[in-house]
């Protein structure tokens, strides 16, 4: 062997040799996330810990989207009023002045349990009995068993800078359920319970696009659709919390939900009406199109009391009537995916133009945008009103 190879091998076994112990650093230490084992704070580089805290607070502070929630004092025929599936924390596992909070995630059916501040290191799922119809279940998810409501169970806990941990129990479940967080005489419980047990009626509101997926914009790109479809939403939900109309929604934030997740909620759910909230734009430039469209499924939905195409038209004359523009009409449309796919009265209002100047002044109006709200929430009570 040459010199210059000589050179070149020891070279490379240095560099070797720096990437096996670089890789045995990190590999080594626990990372945050990894389910069912302790995260000790020290022990892992600041920035990971910092950035977890962060995700886990998001979770927590959740409560102005309305999924936050503490627990209720109650008492156990409250809870079972409510509903016979819940499950029961073991009381001596949950250190007293632990704070505890739940947050639905009615998209992905599931619900995560944070008890914050507690001395108790050893949380595990053994801590957890549940309970349906009278049967009694502990430890893993059953998958086959028919009483086992749960699809998965799993448990995480940080160390916080405090000394005390950070449990948190990721529970999913295999149908859709309303979850409750109860405090009975010092003990925790979660109640599970079927949205149309509790509700009469159930809407869901999508608000289009979102995150990554920016929808339509105006002709100069300055202004796109999902932060009108949002503000749009969170007027209506203004509206709905009023009212004795239960409603769901596929997000209450600037966040990217795929079409399949959002058609699933309305399915899951066994939706009474599943309305999509859209602004529109026409092809190659022209910016003559204007005015207020709803479109449909001619698809059969079984055991409806209102057709598609009749929620099209209740959204498209109530929107255009509150804002005075343009019925432009509604239309029949087979291939789109949430048309199609929804199990349920479905409907995409598109409240109007963003590539025509005068319908964009309008939109961009927060005051129209508001009417808009109003017009859609007007239709929703009609719906409703014939359906019942
Ligand atoms: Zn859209």
């Given at each position: ?5 000589w050179?070149?091998?020891?070279v ?5 040799l720096?990437?096996v ?5 990190f590999?080594?230490g626990?990372f945050?996330g ?7 704070a ?5 920035k990971?810990?910092?950035?977890d ?8 502070y ?14 156990v ?5 409510r509903?016979?599936t819940?499950?029961k924390l073991?009381?001596d ?12 995630d009615y998209?992905?059916k ?8 507690t ?9 957890i009995?549940r309970?349906n119809?009278g049967?009694?279940?502990s430890?893993?998810?059953a998958?086959?068993n ?6 998965n169970?799993?448990?995480?806990s ?5 000394g ?5 129990v ?19 419980y979660?109640?599970f319970?079927?949205?149309h047990k509790?509700y009469d009626k ?5 608000a ?7 929808g339509t914009?105006?002709i100069d ?8 479809t949002?503000?749009?939403?969170q007027e209506?939900k ?6 004795d ?8 934030d600037?966040r990217y939900?795929?079409?399949?997740d959002?058609?699933?909620l309305?399915n899951n759910l066994?939706?009474?009406l599943?309305i999509s909230?859209?602004c ?7 910016t003559t199109?204007y ?10 939905v079984n ?12 959204l498209?004359n ?5 804002t005075?523009?343009r ?7 087979e291939g ?12 995409i ?9 005068s319908?964009l002044?309008c939109?961009?109006?927060?005051l129209?945008?508001k009417?808009m709200?109003t017009?859609i929430?007007d ?10």
């Amino acid at each position: 062997m040459k010199e210059k190879q000589w050179k070149r091998l020891s070279v490379q076994s240095v560099m070797l040799l720096v990437c096996v112990l670089v890789f045995g650093f990190f590999y080594s230490g626990d990372f945050p996330g990894s389910s069912g084992r302790t995260v000790l704070a020290d022990d892992i580089p600041d920035k990971i810990v910092s950035e977890d805290l962060a995700d886990l607070d998001d979770e927590i502070y959740v409560s102005d989207t309305g999924m936050g929630e503490a627990p209720i004092h109650a008492s156990v025929s409250t809870l079972k009023e409510r509903s016979h599936t819940y499950i029961k924390l073991v009381e001596d596992k949950i250190a007293t002045g632990a704070a505890l909070y739940i947050r639905n995630d009615y998209i992905n059916k599931s619900v995560s349990l944070t008890i914050n501040e507690t001395s108790e290191k050893d949380f595990s799922i053994n801590n957890i009995v549940r309970y349906n119809k009278g049967k009694t279940i502990s430890g893993k998810a059953a998958k086959k068993n028919k009483s086992d409501f749960l699809r998965n169970i799993s448990v995480r806990s940080l160390k916080l800078k405090s000394g005390n941990y950070r449990v948190i129990v990721d529970i999913k479940t295999k149908k859709l359920y309303e979850s409750c967080l109860y405090e009975i005489k010092g003990e925790y419980y979660i109640s599970f319970a079927e949205p149309h047990k509790l509700y009469d009626k159930i809407v869901v509101i999508d608000a289009g696009h979102g995150g990554i997926d920016e929808g339509t914009s105006s002709i100069d790109k300055k202004y796109h659709e999902k932060d009108y479809t949002l503000f749009i939403v969170q007027e209506i939900k203004k509206l709905l919390d009023k009212s004795d109309i239960k409603a769901y929604y596929t997000r209450l934030d600037d966040r990217y939900v795929s079409k399949l997740d959002r058609t699933r909620l309305a399915n899951n759910l066994k939706a009474d009406l599943f309305i999509s909230i859209h602004c529109n734009a026409s092809d190659k430039g022209d910016t003559t199109a204007y005015g207020v469209e709803a479109l449909y499924s001619a698809r059969c939905v079984n055991g409806a009391s209102i057709t598609n195409k009749r929620l099209a038209r209740l959204l498209m004359n109530n929107v255009a009537e509150k804002t005075d523009n343009r019925k432009r009409g509604i239309i029949k449309r087979e291939g789109l995916y949430l048309l199609h796919h929804a199990d349920v009265p479905t409907s995409i209002v598109e409240v109007g133009y963003m590539t025509n100047k005068s319908d964009l002044k309008c939109i961009r109006g927060k005051l129209n945008r508001k009417k808009m709200a109003t017009g859609i929430y007007d239709a929703i009570e009609k719906a409703i009103d014939t359906a019942s």
